[in-house]
């Protein structure tokens, strides 16, 4: 296991420290990862290293895989769509401020809106 002496002024480093080129869509390139934690135990300050070689997809997307995708994306769309429409924003605060502490109730507007919209995609879309 190595050891890191951190210099005088660093207190910890998190996050990626590289990544590899992203020309727009993801990629699985070879990354390196720190992160940092303080945790009550015997040794309160945690950092670890990580690294990750390259990863090459093995299967082909399937048809499942491109449905699922193609749902996310046409729900991504909806949700910022009505978020942006303002004959709906009010009605939609309304709507979210009386539900969200109900037993299942959604935290956030963003996720009450998704839950809107996928259930109005799955109606329009049934699964056979």
Known sequence: MARVKWN????Y????LSKGGNNGHHNH????????RVAATTTP?????YLRDAVKRSTPVSAHEREIR???TAVAIAV?????DLTQITQ????????KDQPGGKKTMKAYLWSLEMATYDAAHPQG
Request: glycine residues 6%; contains cysteine; hydrophobic residues 45%.
């Open 70 to 72: 193609q749902r996310f």
């Open 29 to 36: 390139t070879k990354m390196l990862l720190a992160t940092h």
């Open 8 to 11: 005088a002024g660093i207190e």
């Open 92 to 99: 939609d605060q309304i709507a979210f401020n009386a539900q």
């Open 80 to 84: 910022a769509n009505r978020a942006q």
């Open 13 to 16: 480093v998190s996050g990626a």
């Open 45 to 49: 300050n945690c950092n670890n290293i």
